[in-house]
């Protein structure tokens, strides 16, 4: 059963005080890791995508890093603006389908 | 351009009633998905279209529920005798969805939702 695991399941930061979420997952088969943001009442927005072990993307405050079994979103000095919940997802060889973790909800306290 | 859009943003029923849940998925997309997001949940897949393929239906709950999609666009979801338990926030995304492994075929779009609430 494909399993993502996000921790932790929330984080109270100061603005300017950087952290990292973690998302972990079923080792075999990886197609490809993507990140999304999610406001409340509103849809996912598309973060990254990242597909092999090293890879790193970055836009903004934001880094996200892939290992063989894990990845990292870091958020570098926090503005309240990043408050919001960010979702993982992986999506396996023979799969179409995305498999989602539970979120990390993040809120940057001015 | 525009991106996936969902109608209708809320929908307040009566257990026991019908719903249709509405999707425009991204011009050009020929993937489309149905989620369902719960209070406290991760999002959960329901359906999955690829073109004139068949769908993939493993992810529906209940033979309650069910989803079709027209001339490789516009889908909708529909959930017969509604529960309680089919409250949630119902997600759609798109996929371009091109040569194997080309760029860009591998991201969804989420529209913004419906959100099922059944008393």
């Known amino acids: 059963e494909d399993q993502v695991t996000q921790s932790p399941e929330a984080l109270r930061l100061q603005e300017g005080e950087s952290s990292s979420l973690n998302c972990s997952y079923t080792?075999?088969?990886?197609?490809?890791l993507f990140w999304y943001r999610q406001d409340p009442g509103k849809g996912p927005e598309f973060l990254f995508t990242?597909?092999?072990a090293g890879e790193e993307k970055e836009k903004e405050r934001l880094k996200a890093t892939l290992t063989k079994k894990e990845s990292f979103l870091h958020i570098t000095a926090p503005k309240p603006e990043d408050s919001a919940t960010y979702l993982c997802a992986v999506r396996y060889y023979g799969n179409n389908r995305l498999a989602f973790g539970k979120g990390n909800q993040v809120v940057v306290i001015p | 351009g525009a991106g996936v859009s969902q109608s209708p943003s809320n929908k307040v029923t009566e257990k026991g009633k019908d719903v249709e849940l509405r999707c425009d998925p991204i011009s050009g997309h020929t993937a489309l998905y149905w989620y369902r997001q719960s209070l406290g949940q991760g999002l959960e897949f329901l359906i999955y279209?690829?073109?004139?393929?068949?769908?993939?239906k493993s992810g529906l709950p209940s033979d309650r529920f069910s989803a079709e999609r027209t001339g490789g666009s516009v889908s909708t979801l529909t959930i017969q005798r509604t529960q309680q338990e089919d409250s949630a926030v119902y997600l759609c995304?798109?996929?371009?969805?091109?040569?194997?492994?080309?760029?860009?075929?591998?991201?969804?779009?989420f529209g913004p939702g419906t959100r099922l609430t059944v008393l």
């Open positions: 279209f690829q073109g004139n393929s068949a769908p993939d």
């Open positions: 990242l597909y092999s």
């Open positions: 080792v075999s088969g990886l197609r490809g």
């Open positions: 995304a798109s996929r371009l969805s091109g040569l194997a492994g080309g760029p860009g075929t591998d991201t969804q779009y």
